[in-house]
Nanobody, 124 residues
């Protein structure tokens, strides 16, 4: 089993940056893919970014490309999401997820484990 705990959300203005982190525990971190999803108010949960076990494969949703960067530190059991140029439409609860298959086009299975999420609010 894997436990995931997100941190780093907050209230920012459009154009600002935030870095989210997700600390994992329970299994060897380098054994599984991890990623970020988000759920905005009144919207369905959507994929944001993912990174493979070794970090060799990354994938982003279209709106995140060029603005967001996912990375992982296997020694610290942590995955990060650096978000630059934030927009009001990025407002959502951001959830860390693990144990899913990923290609450079995105996830190809449903994550098995989820964190509780961290709120990101971007004001205009």
């Amino acid at each position: 089993q894997v436990q995931l705990e997100e941190a780093g959300g907050g209230l920012v203005q459009a154009g600002d940056s935030l870095r989210l982190s997700c600390a994992a525990s329970g299994r060897t971190f380098s054994d599984y893919n991890v990623g970020w999803f988000r759920q905005g108010p009144g919207k369905e949960r959507e994929f944001v970014a993912a990174i493979s076990r070794s970090g060799g494969i990354t994938a982003y949703t279209g709106s995140a490309k060029g603005r967001f960067t996912i990375s992982r530190d296997n020694a610290e059991n942590t995955v990060y999401l650096q978000m630059n140029g934030l927009k009001p439409e990025d407002t959502a609860v951001y959830l860390c997820a693990s144990d899913f298959s990923v290609t450079n086009r995105g996830p190809v299975s449903v994550p098995k484990y989820w964190g509780q999420g961290t709120q990101v609010t971007v004001s205009s």
